[in-house]
DNA sequence: TATTGACTTAGAGCGCGCTCTAACGAGTAA
DNA sequence: TTACTCGTTAGAGCGCGCTCTAAGTCAATA
């Protein structure tokens, strides 16, 4: 008893698969950025490919640092049907926007910092110091 | 007494000019991100137009999520003279490495944010819906 | 003189996003 | 039976980056 179907994840699994832990993978289930996941015959949870799925959509709208109460929100209207389309629609459109920022932010951040080291790459080939691997000459 | 010079600025007007709140200004120079700044004769800080310049470099690169230790590492390499300035380029290239990572994460978030919406606008358009500000018609 | 307001410091508190602990249960191997 | 592994839950704890508080100084104003 107790058995995996094939189609079906364990959560130490979906861990390795996700690279989120496991403490992450049951908080996020448990403040509501995931249905309860289907339980196997023991009662562990056996989570389905659509479920890693999802995870990848969250994993993403994360690193690209949208909050976790935003994403509370998109899974709350998820459950609630097609009539939460548009504001689903909006909600995604609103993150876009945060993303064009941001990736202006960076563009500039890049250049800068671009400037800044070609502008020590010239004080070093100035002024060439002796680097610790390089005693021996 | 106790007058600001021209080119001097109090701690509000800094605050005002960089969004930083007067609370994270002290904050930073407290754990070393800032040298210690200059004061006016009553104690007051007093910053020059150099130390906005810096301000607003940590302010790039905590937005393009340096941490805090990391800039405290850059900040001690400042502190200690052109003998680091091998080692300040090699941190620049590590956080402009993550940022380009971060650039393409963002690439591809933006990709599937756009596929999600023109979903979401396809499946409005097939199965329009009253809006609550349309309900008068 | 008394009050107001902007500043100072040291240090406490807080919200976020995890991360871990304790206590327990079911399944398997020796 | 004992021990081990892998899972479960509720809830505590933690690191980060601020953010705020308390108590005090000083200068200007009513």
Redesign the pocket.
């Known amino acids: 008893?107790?058995q995996m179907m094939d189609n079906e994840l364990?959560?130490?699994q979906v861990s390795a698969r996700t690279g989120l832990?496991?403490?992450?993978l049951?908080?996020y289930e448990?403040i509501g950025l995931m249905e309860p996941i289907c339980r196997a015959s023991?009662?562990?949870?056996a989570y389905k490919e659509y479920d890693l799925e999802w995870i990848t959509l969250l994993m993403r709208l994360?690193a690209t640092g949208m909050?976790?109460?935003d994403m509370q929100r998109f899974a709350d209207l998820m459950r609630h049907g097609d009539l939460t389309i548009s504001q689903r629609r909006e909600q995604l459109e609103e993150h876009e926007r945060k993303l064009l920022v941001e990736r202006d932010e960076l563009r500039q951040t890049l250049l800068v910092l671009r400037g800044k080291i070609e502008y020590y790459r010239s004080l070093e080939e100035a002024q060439p110091v002796l680097k610790p691997d390089s005693q021996h000459g």
Request: net charge positive.
């Open positions: 008893m107790g364990t959560i130490q832990s496991v403490h992450t049951r908080y448990r023991n009662g562990h949870r994360r909050r976790i109460s």
